[in-house]
């Protein structure tokens, strides 16, 4: 290479500098976006941990058997009763659910359900009765426990309830909700059929009132194992504004199941046996005041 052309090079080299000068200072340098990189970590983060916490999650209502249900309240009965609508498989479950009310109240342990007797008779000779088992609402890490627990108790009388699987408790847990397990017993022994329920906790917020215009909240139990076929078993809840329920026969005649309260839960629940050789007319709630609160026509019709 030549003088000339060497020197004509470096003339060429320092133009090309400074043009990057130039445009370097008419740059407009901002700083990297760091909340935005932060963020979408954390995004990512979150849907790792909850494709990991998918894992360990449960079903809480199983279906497996036969009944009914009205009014939104049940969460599936073990006789085929649709679930509610659930987010589809692979959705985010964080978004929609609530957060309040996550600490169970002092002295309710989700883990130690109040049983009680709702309702009781004979039927064929053999003596039924109706059960609800309200198992407090815990906090969301606490759910997979109970679940198993209730699963433990339901497999015993269902042989074939699926074990718990994953994801499913994200959906099905409510914060701030009870659950409630209703079933039934012939001579002692527990039947197939049961219901998984919802319900309200104390002092949750806004009025607990019966709707006029709502149907009874409840399932109809007994048709599974055959004992309670002809004559199954209603188990449904009321709100406190109730003081009697009056069953109205299609032959003229009528029981008054007595509404029950399960530990400290402002809901209450009856149960009562379709009577042999008649249908009921319809179900009526009264107030205290003795003024109709509701009518259902729906049930063992």
Known sequence: MSVRD???????????????SDLAEGAELRPAPYELLITGGRRRLRRRRLS???????????????????????RGTAGGTALPAAAPAGASVSATVA????????????????????GQGTSNGKEWKAWAALWPAGTREQALRQAELMWEERHAAVPQLPEPVAADVLRSWRAGRD???????????????????????????????????????GTLLGFKGGEM???????????????????TWADGST????????????????????????????????GRDGGVLATSEDWMN
């Open 255 to 286: 029981t008054e199941p007595r509404p029950v309260g399960v530990g400290d839960s402002p809901v209450r629940w009856f149960g009562v046996a379709k009577k042999a050789g008649s249908s009921a007319k319809s179900i009526t709630l009264f």
């Open 229 to 247: 076929h002809a004559s199954p078993v209603l188990l449904a809840a009321v709100a406190p504004d109730v003081d009697r329920v009056v069953v």
């Open 179 to 217: 659950v409630v397990n209703l079933y039934v017993t012939v001579d002692g022994r527990r039947q197939v059929d049961d219901s998984v329920h919802d319900s309200a906790v104390p002092g949750a917020p806004g009025p607990l009132s019966t709707d006029p215009n709502g149907g009874l909240e």
């Open 6 to 20: 060497e020197r004509e090079l470096n003339e060429d080299e320092a133009a090309a500098v400074r043009g990057l």
């Open 99 to 118: 957060v309040a009310a996550t600490t169970p109240a002092a002295g309710r342990d989700p883990f130690a359900p109040v049983r009680v007797v709702i």
């Open 52 to 74: 990991t916490a998918g894992a360990v999650a449960v079903l809480l209502a199983a279906v497996v058997g036969g009944g009914t249900a009205l009014g939104g309240l049940d």
